[in-house]
């Protein structure tokens, strides 16, 4: 089983609707968690950290539910400049942190 | 601010032939220093990391190596380049003790 698990997509909304990615992690050990956005032949670039009482900025939400091993990624009224493939993150200290394969988000006008 | 500088932007190169990729940090002192892979339809995958002058750890084992000469300077390398190492390369830091990693633009390596 992979450490990190995200359904590649892709996702195709429209403007305006809301979306939700989902990422699945096997080790119980892992402390910390984040979203990242990449860009088609980018470098990523962090987006949110996520904690387990949820936090909020902007359109994004993001949540963590340690108790089934999986975060969660919310956004609200798309816009074409949210395509991108969004990387979930997981951290057991600096040296152990894994990225999942992404989700491919494509909104479409 | 910090940043982190990474080149050549991209690359190609024919097999068997050798490899320096270079990354510096500006504005920040003992980052820690990684090295990760991207090939085509896959995740991330870490090559390298660093907590300090000349300390590699190595995740892979490959024909790939790592120096770390100061303390801000990383550099990726290889003898003899095989065509399964074409991708993509990202150089990153972190703080001595957080994993939020902050990448370069990344080399686009083509090894034909």
């Known amino acids: 089983r992979k450490e990190v698990e995200q359904d590649p997509g892709p996702f195709n909304v429209p403007e305006g609707a809301t979306v939700a990615f989902n990422c699945t992690y096997s080790n119980s050990a892992s402390q910390s968690f984040f979203w990242y956005r990449q860009d088609c032949r980018k470098e990523p670039k962090l987006l949110m950290s996520?904690?387990?009482s949820g936090n909020e900025d902007g359109r994004f939400t993001a949540q963590l539910n340690r108790a089934s091993q999986y975060i969660s990624l919310l956004i609200r009224d798309s816009k074409l400049s949210d395509s991108a493939t969004y990387l979930c993150?997981?951290?057991?200290?600096?040296?152990?942190?894994?990225f999942g394969i992404g989700t491919k988000l494509q909104v479409i006008p | 601010s910090q940043t982190i500088h990474q080149w050549p932007a991209t690359l190609v190169q024919p097999v068997g032939s050798p490899l320096s990729l270079e990354c510096t940090v500006e504005?920040?002192?003992?980052?820690?220093l990684y090295w990760y892979r991207q090939a085509a339809g896959r995740g991330l995958q870490l090559l390298f990391y660093s907590v300090g002058i000349g300390q590699i750890s190595s995740e892979v084992p490959q024909n790939l190596s790592a120096s770390r000469p100061q303390d801000r300077q990383f550099i990726l390398s290889s003898k003899k380049l095989l065509l399964s190492d074409s991708g993509f390369y990202l150089c990153?830091?972190?703080?001595?003790?957080?994993?939020?990693?902050?990448f370069g633009s990344g080399t686009q390596l083509s090894v034909l």
């Open positions: 504005g920040t002192s003992n980052p820690n």
């Open positions: 990153a830091w972190s703080t001595r003790l957080n994993e939020k990693l902050f």
């Open positions: 996520v904690y387990s």
């Open positions: 993150v997981v951290s057991r200290g600096y040296q152990k942190v894994t």
